[in-house]
C-alpha cells in the first residue's frame, strides 16, 4: 500500500519533446522516482535481437518474454529495468540496431502488456524505497499505465524544434517523424495526448521553463525540495 500522499506523475510525449530531461530534473527535487520506459522497450528489444527472435514471431516473443525475469535497479532518483539479472549499457540501448527496431516490438500487443505489468509494479518499487512518488515518462503512461496518476503531462513540440534538439545532441534527426507516425498509429496503445491531461507546447520553451511549469502543478501536492534547501 502507499501512503495518501504517494503521488504518481505521468509524462507523455513524442521523441524529443523533453520528457528524459525534465522528468530527471524532477525526481530529485521532489524526492520521486523517475523511470524512464523507453528505455525498458530498448532492452526488451536488446534481448530479442541478441536471442535473434524477429518482430514478425510473435510466438517465439511470447515463449522467450515468459521465461525471463525482470528486476529493478535503483541509482540515486532513477530506477533501471534488469533482464535476466543484466542490465545493459546505456550506448547498447541506444545503438542503430535498437533504434531501427525498437519501434516495432513496441508495438507488439504481448511485448506491451508483459511491461505494463512490471511498469505498474514500479509505483511499489518507489513506495517501499522510501520514495515521496513516481514520475514515469513514456508514451502510453497517462492513457493506459497509470490513467489515475496524480498528473498526467503531455508534451509536445514542433517537429523542426525536436529535430534541432536532436542535431543539438549529435543524435539522428532523421527517424523522428517515422516514430511518430508508428507510435501514433499502432493498434495497441499509441500515443495519444489523454483526455484530462495537461499538455505543454515545450517548441519555444528552455528546458528550464519546462521544469518550472511542471514544478507549479506538483508542489501543490509535494514539497519542493530544492526551495526548502
Same mark, same amino acid.
Given at each position: &500500500?502507499?501512503?495518501?500522499? =504517494?503521488?504518481?506523475?505521468?509524462?507523455?510525449?513524442?521523441?524529443?519533446?523533453?520528457?528524459?530531461?525534465?522528468?530527471?530534473?524532477?525526481?530529485?527535487?521532489?524526492?520521486? &522516482?523517475?523511470?524512464?520506459?523507453?528505455?525498458?522497450?530498448?532492452?526488451?528489444?536488446?534481448?530479442?535481437?541478441?536471442?535473434?527472435?524477429?518482430?514478425?514471431?510473435?510466438?517465439?516473443?511470447?515463449? =522467450?518474454?515468459?521465461?525471463?525475469?525482470?528486476?529493478?535497479?535503483?541509482?540515486?532518483?532513477?530506477? =533501471? $529495468?534488469?533482464?535476466?539479472?543484466?542490465?545493459?549499457?546505456?550506448?547498447?540501448?541506444?545503438?542503430?540496431?535498437?533504434?531501427?527496431?525498437?519501434?516495432?516490438?513496441?508495438?507488439?500487443?504481448?511485448?506491451?502488456?508483459?511491461? &505494463?505489468?512490471?511498469?505498474?509494479?514500479?509505483?511499489?518499487?518507489?513506495?517501499?524505497?522510501? =520514495?515521496?512518488?513516481?514520475?514515469?515518462?513514456?508514451?502510453? $503512461?497517462?492513457?493506459?499505465?497509470?490513467?489515475?496518476?496524480?498528473?498526467?503531462?503531455?508534451?509536445?513540440?514542433?517537429?523542426?524544434?525536436?529535430?534541432?534538439?536532436?542535431?543539438?545532441?549529435?543524435?539522428?534527426?532523421?527517424?523522428?517523424?517515422?516514430?511518430?507516425?508508428?507510435?501514433?498509429?499502432?493498434?495497441?496503445?499509441?500515443?495519444?495526448?489523454?483526455?484530462?491531461?495537461?499538455? $505543454?507546447?515545450?517548441?519555444?520553451?528552455?528546458?528550464?521553463?519546462?521544469?518550472?511549469?511542471?514544478?507549479?502543478?506538483?508542489?501543490?501536492?509535494?514539497?519542493?525540495?530544492?526551495?526548502?534547501?
Amino acid at each position: &500500500m502507499h501512503k495518501p500522499d =504517494f503521488v504518481i506523475i505521468a509524462i507523455d510525449g513524442g521523441a524529443a519533446a523533453g520528457k528524459s530531461s525534465t522528468a530527471r530534473a524532477l525526481a530529485p527535487r521532489f524526492n520521486l &522516482m523517475h523511470v524512464d520506459t523507453g528505455m525498458h522497450y530498448r532492452a526488451v528489444t536488446h534481448c530479442l535481437i541478441e536471442a535473434d527472435i524477429p518482430p514478425e514471431d510473435t510466438e517465439g516473443i511470447a515463449h =522467450f518474454l515468459a521465461h525471463i525475469p525482470l528486476a529493478t535497479i535503483i541509482r540515486e532518483h532513477s530506477a =533501471f $529495468i534488469a533482464i535476466n539479472s543484466l542490465l545493459p549499457e546505456a550506448t547498447v540501448l541506444r545503438s542503430e540496431a535498437v533504434n531501427s527496431l525498437v519501434s516495432r516490438y513496441a508495438a507488439i500487443p504481448i511485448v506491451r502488456q508483459f511491461l &505494463m505489468e512490471y511498469q505498474r509494479g514500479e509505483a511499489t518499487v518507489a513506495a517501499t524505497h522510501g =520514495f515521496s512518488g513516481l514520475i514515469m515518462e513514456g508514451r502510453d $503512461i497517462g492513457s493506459v499505465i497509470f490513467p489515475e496518476a496524480t498528473y498526467r503531462f503531455f508534451l509536445q513540440a514542433d517537429l523542426e524544434a525536436r529535430q534541432e534538439r536532436r542535431s543539438n545532441e549529435g543524435t539522428d534527426t532523421d527517424n523522428i517523424s517515422t516514430r511518430d507516425h508508428l507510435d501514433a498509429s499502432r493498434k495497441t496503445a499509441p500515443l495519444i495526448c489523454p483526455a484530462g491531461a495537461i499538455a $505543454i507546447n515545450s517548441t519555444n520553451l528552455s528546458l528550464e521553463q519546462v521544469i518550472e511549469q511542471l514544478s507549479a502543478y506538483i508542489a501543490v501536492s509535494l514539497p519542493d525540495k530544492k526551495a526548502i534547501l
